[in-house]
Nanobody
Framework: QVQLAESGGALVQAGASLRLSCAVSGRTVSGYTMAWFRQALGKEREYVAATRWSDGIVDYANSVAGRFTLSRDFAQNTMFLQMNSLKPEDAAVYYC????????????????????WGQGTQVNVSS
């Protein structure tokens, strides 16, 4: 069983930066895709970014490309999301997830392909 724990959420001003962490424990995730999703109040859960743990390929949603950077630390078994130039519309609960989605835009963004989820970390952005 895989356990995921997000951290790093905070209240920041628009334009600021923030780094989220997702610590992985339990079963190895070497064959998994790991992803970040977010869910704003009253909205559906939205795909943010994903990485294939085995080779490091990364994909981003159009809404965050160029501002957010996903990275991994094998020694810490941790995934990070560096978020720069934050906007009020980035405010949400951010979740990390693992699974075996097809490496397509539709596959990566479909929550049904992710079997394990963390509890989420809240990001608030003031204007």
């Amino acid at each position: 069983q895989v356990q995921l724990a997000e951290s790093g959420g905070a209240l920041v001003q628009a334009g600021a930066s923030l780094r989220l962490s997702c610590a992985v424990s339990g079963r190895t995730v070497s064959g998994y895709t790991m992803a970040w999703f977010r869910q704003a109040l009253g909205k559906e859960r939205e795909y943010v970014a994903a990485t294939r743990w085995s080779d490091g390929i990364v994909d981003y949603a159009n809404s965050v490309a160029g501002r957010f950077t996903l990275s991994r630390d094998f020694a810490q078994n941790t995934m990070f999301l560096q978020m720069n130039s934050l906007k009020p519309e980035d405010a949400a609960v951010y979740y990390c997830a693992t699974g075996f989605p097809p490496w397509t835009a539709t596959g990566l963004s479909s929550i049904q392909h992710y079997a394990h989820w963390g509890q989420g970390t809240q990001v608030n952005v003031s204007s």
